[in-house]
């Protein structure tokens, strides 16, 4: 199995301290053969330990690009283009902003111990969690095989899933290692060594160009972790956008702060 030579490392957190993952993105919206990317930011705060909850903030910017059609003429067509997305900062335990009634969606930061205890989730590949990161195998070989039978499927298949597992960037640099050497092994899969983010920083990438989009998994240089992702079609939609177009992109970056809702210095 080749070696993608991506260095990894990890961010040294204390007990109290908590990983800050920032992500900027735009975001493919369809209404009928209107389509547009929509800016969002999400800012996360990952408690080091885990009976603290974890805080999430949501935000539209309200920036849109038009990549076919117009808001015009979307809403001549009778299309609603309020973005349905919740904006705002809420807070959950082990991070399961989606469980519901549980989900305390306005907590002020003073009410953060005062949420019903409730069990971790156990996590999948479409929702990874750090316990479900944990009990993946550390041998790139045992992780492919892993990969490849759990996601057989082709809109979902192995290299989809890994990325879905990186995109949290909880996973620890001896996994992302074992990541990364077990993609490389996939077909279509290749690395790019010069490649940047939406935000303009330089990254590695590991490109899968297979099926209908080019995929790049975009890493930083310096220690591996989940820097962004971009989605490119490699053929004309069925809605017209043409191969070349980019449906989806982001930038991640992360940094160890001292308490939930801090930001870092830089």
Known sequence: MSDPAIAVSDRPMASHQYRYVETHAWWLGTFGPHQHLTEHRLRQWVPALPEREWVLERELTGAQRWLAGSAEEARADGFDLRD???????RAPYGDFDAGPDADLGMDLDDAFCARPRPPRRGSWQSPTPEFLQRLPRDPEVLLGRLREDNPGSWFGPFAAAVTAL??????????????RALSA????????EAVNVDGHACVALVHDAGRTRTELLLDPSDGQFAGERDTLRSDSRFGLPAGTVISTTAVRTAVVDAAGELPAT
């Not at 995109?167 to 290692?177: D, H, M, N, W, Y």
């Not at 996939?186 to 060594?193: E, N, S």
């Open 84 to 90: 349905i997305a919740p904006v705002g900062r809420f």
């Open 167 to 180: 995109r949290t960037a909880l996973v620890p640099a001896e996994l992302r290692a074992a990541f990364f």
């Open 186 to 193: 996939l077909p279509g899969v290749r690395l790019a060594d």
